[in-house]
C-alpha cells in the first residue's frame, strides 16, 4: 500500500533556527513529491520535486529529493514566527492523479 | 485572479442531516479534487473530476457520500446521513490540467469547509 510517512510530527524553534523537515514515501512509480505549508485552513504550494529537478530554492526554504533514499526533506533556515504552520508532503505516482499526503509537521517558531 | 472558493466556511449539522459543500475552482481549472482532514491528520482523498471523464470516487468512505461537478466547474460533495465521524474540514482544490510532471502538477486549494457533526 502506498504511503507518505512525515517526521518530526511537531517541532518548536525559536526565531533564528534553522530547521530540518523530513518525507519518506513508499509509492509505485512516483512522478512527483510536493510540499505544501497549512497555515489555517487552506495549504499554500511551496515545491514541487520530480526526477527532472531534485532540489529547489526560495529564499529561506529549499527542498532536495533523494529518490534512492525515497525521502525529501525541506530545509527552512533562519526561521521567523509566520513561518509557523502545518508542513505537508503529498507523492503522485505516474498514471494516476492522486496524490498521497502525510499526516503533516506541525512546526512552532518561538519569538 | 479569484482562487478557488469554497462555501460555508463553516457548518453545524445535527446526525442524521444531510449537508452539502460547495466548491467554485478557478476559471478554466479542468481537474478538481476534494480531500477531508480530520483533526491531527492529513489530508485524505475523496474524489476526483477530470473535465468529461467519468470521476475517480475511489476515496469516497462510504455510499453515503456523493458528489457532483456541473458543466466541469463548481461541485457539490454531498453527505446524506450525517454522522459524527463525518466532522473534518473538507477541502477543495483544482488543478488546470492532469498531472504530467510538469511544473502545472499543482493543487490550488480553497479555504475549506469546516463540518461539525452534533
Known amino acids: 500500500e502506498d504511503k507518505v510517512v512525515q517526521s518530526p510530527l511537531s517541532l518548536v524553534v525559536h526565531e533564528g533556527d534553522t530547521v530540518t523537515l523530513n518525507c519518506s514515501y513508499e509509492?509505485?512509480?512516483?512522478?512527483?513529491l510536493l510540499w505544501y505549508k497549512q497555515e489555517k485552513k487552506a495549504p499554500t504550494f511551496l515545491f514541487m520535486l520530480?526526477?527532472?529537478?531534485i532540489e529547489k530554492k526560495s529564499g529561506r526554504l529549499s527542498s532536495i529529493l533523494d529518490k534512492k533514499e525515497l525521502s525529501s526533506i525541506l530545509n527552512i533556515t533562519a526561521t521567523q514566527t509566520g513561518d509557523s504552520a502545518i508542513y505537508l508532503c503529498?507523492?503522485?505516482?505516474?498514471?494516476?492523479?492522486?496524490?498521497?499526503f502525510g499526516t503533516g509537521t506541525r512546526l512552532k517558531v518561538l519569538a | 485572479g479569484a482562487g478557488v472558493s469554497q462555501s460555508p466556511s463553516n457548518k453545524v449539522t445535527e446526525k442524521g442531516k444531510d449537508v452539502e459543500l460547495r466548491c467554485d475552482p478557478i476559471?478554466?481549472?479542468?481537474?478538481l479534487y476534494w480531500y477531508r482532514q480530520s483533526l491531527g491528520q492529513g489530508l485524505e482523498f475523496l474524489i476526483y473530476?477530470?473535465?468529461?471523464?467519468?470521476?475517480?470516487k475511489s476515496g469516497l468512505p462510504s455510499d453515503r457520500f456523493s458528489a457532483e461537478r456541473t458543466g466541469g466547474s463548481v461541485s457539490t460533495l454531498t453527505i446524506q446521513r450525517t454522522q459524527q465521524e463525518d466532522s473534518a474540514v473538507y477541502l477543495c482544490?483544482?488543478?488546470?490540467?492532469?498531472?504530467?510532471?510538469?511544473?502545472?502538477?499543482?493543487?490550488?486549494f480553497g479555504p475549506g469547509t469546516r463540518l461539525t457533526v452534533l
Open positions: 482544490a483544482s488543478s488546470p490540467d492532469p498531472p504530467s510532471g510538469h511544473l502545472t502538477d499543482t493543487q490550488y
Open positions: 509509492v509505485t512509480n512516483f512522478r512527483s
Open positions: 520530480t526526477s527532472s529537478g
Open positions: 503529498a507523492v503522485g505516482a505516474s498514471g494516476t492523479y492522486k496524490y498521497i
Open positions: 476559471s478554466g481549472h479542468t481537474a
Open positions: 473530476f477530470q473535465g468529461n471523464s467519468a470521476p475517480d
